[in-house]
């Protein structure tokens, strides 16, 4: 790994869980479009929750008075000034969007640990995707999880936020097909930003059945 590539433990949470969505060869997403997004923000939330920057008080998510540094900022900013609180169901929803995982995808190109390829239209990106070009990161993300997964080591939040979110995802199994998934699937229930994600993809899909009927 290159001295300036960021370790495991600084990537933020939506970058280590697009890290783990997106194939490491072509760079297109493993997950369906809709899923990348929704989930995507369900790791924003996290993300502001670890730092203590927002807290599900009852039902609605709501800023805290703390001000950490985030490079979710314009997120944050979203949820201390608007007029009145919001489910955490509801602000998956709003955050969702191709250009919040655009961002990151970004980020993470300008840190060197993807490549970004993209066709060209008129002067504007078509189809862009991410292939990895450093691996490091993504390994020591997969090493954590699996340990994390084990148990037996000291907790982890952070690993323990990610675990539930790509176990919402659907991408749990996929990583680790030999793993125990029964935590996993408790902990996507319980933890309110990845509960907000399964409520979310539920009523997407729901939605696409009722409209192919």
Do not use: C
Request: avoid cysteine; glycine fraction near 6%; charge should be negative.
């Amino acid at each position: 790994m290159d001295a300036e590539t960021p370790k495991a433990e600084e990537l933020n949470l939506p970058q280590a869980f697009l890290l783990l969505a997106t194939n490491d060869t072509d760079g297109e997403p493993s997950v369906p479009a809709y899923v990348l997004r929704t989930t995507l923000a369900g790791a924003i939330l996290a993300e502001l929750d670890l730092i203590g920057a927002i807290e599900l008080q009852g039902k609605h998510v709501r800023a805290t008075e703390a001000a950490p540094q985030t490079d979710f900022q314009h997120e944050l900013e979203l949820i201390r000034h608007k007029s009145r609180p919001h489910t955490p169901k509801r602000w998956v929803s709003m955050l969702e969007g191709r250009a919040a995982v655009q961002r990151v995808y970004e980020g993470m190109a300008a840190l060197g640990i993807v490549d970004q390829v993209g066709e060209k239209h008129l002067g504007l990106f078509r189809t862009v995707r991410y292939p990895e070009k450093d691996h490091g990161p993504e390994a020591s993300i997969l090493k954590k999880v699996q340990a994390a997964l084990k148990g037996g080591g000291p907790s982890d939040s952070r690993m323990t936020a990610l675990i539930a979110l790509l176990e919402a995802a659907e991408l749990l199994g996929k990583l680790f097909p030999a793993a125990d998934r029964n935590r996993a699937i408790k902990l996507a229930k319980d933890y309110w930003p990845s509960h907000a994600v399964l409520d979310e993809l539920r009523m997407i899909r729901l939605a696409e059945e009722e409209a192919a009927m």
